[in-house]
C-alpha cells in the first residue's frame, strides 16, 4: 500500500511539474532594430584608361568575418551615395548570395590591385542564388542596384578608399 501511494505521489508531482512547466509565459515582444549606415572610408571609383573619376561614395568596410558575414543584412534602404566595401584577406574567386537582404544590389568584384574584374547587377533581394565573381577577387563592393549601369561601370575600372 505504501508503495502504491509512492507512486501515485510521484505521478503527481510529474504531473503538476509537468504543467507549470508548459504554463505559457507572457512573453515580451520584441521590435527590430534597423541597422544604420556607419560611415568607416570613402571610396573613388575611377574610369579605365582615362582615370577620370566616375563616383566618390562613403563606405562601411566589412573586413572582419562577421561583418562579411552579415553585410547588408537586415537594412531596408541604403543612400545612393553610399556603399559598404567587403576586404578579404587573399585574393580568390568570390561567391556572394543575398540572404536576409532586403535591398537589390550591383555587386562589384574587384581584384588585387584594385581594378573591377567582374560586375553582378540587380542581385534580387532575399534571394540565395551565388552570385560569382568568376576571376579572383580581393574585394567586392555592394552598391544600390542600378548605380552600375547608371554609372557605366566595367570591368577595368578601379577604385582607391581610405579608412
Do not use: H
Not at 4 to 14: E, R
Amino acid at each position: 500500500m505504501k508503495i502504491t501511494k509512492l507512486i501515485f505521489s510521484i505521478i503527481l508531482l510529474g504531473l503538476a511539474t509537468l504543467t507549470l512547466a508548459c504554463k505559457e509565459e507572457k512573453k515580451e515582444s520584441v521590435t527590430p532594430t534597423e541597422i544604420t549606415f556607419k560611415k568607416e572610408g570613402e571610396l573613388t571609383l575611377y574610369k579605365a584608361k582615362t582615370d577620370s573619376i566616375i563616383k566618390v561614395l562613403d563606405i562601411e568596410i566589412a573586413d572582419t568575418g562577421y561583418d562579411r558575414e552579415t553585410g547588408l543584412m537586415y537594412r531596408s534602404s541604403m543612400e545612393e551615395n553610399r556603399g559598404m566595401l567587403f576586404v578579404f584577406p587573399k585574393e580568390e574567386p568570390r561567391a556572394f548570395y543575398m540572404k536576409n537582404t532586403q535591398i537589390a544590389l550591383d555587386l562589384i568584384y574587384i581584384g588585387k590591385n584594385q581594378t573591377v574584374v567582374s560586375i553582378s547587377k540587380n542581385a534580387k533581394p532575399m534571394d540565395e542564388t551565388s552570385l560569382l565573381s568568376y576571376e579572383p577577387a580581393m574585394y567586392v563592393l555592394e552598391i544600390n542596384a542600378g548605380l552600375a549601369d547608371l554609372w557605366q561601370l566595367k570591368k577595368g575600372d578601379s577604385i582607391t578608399y581610405t579608412k
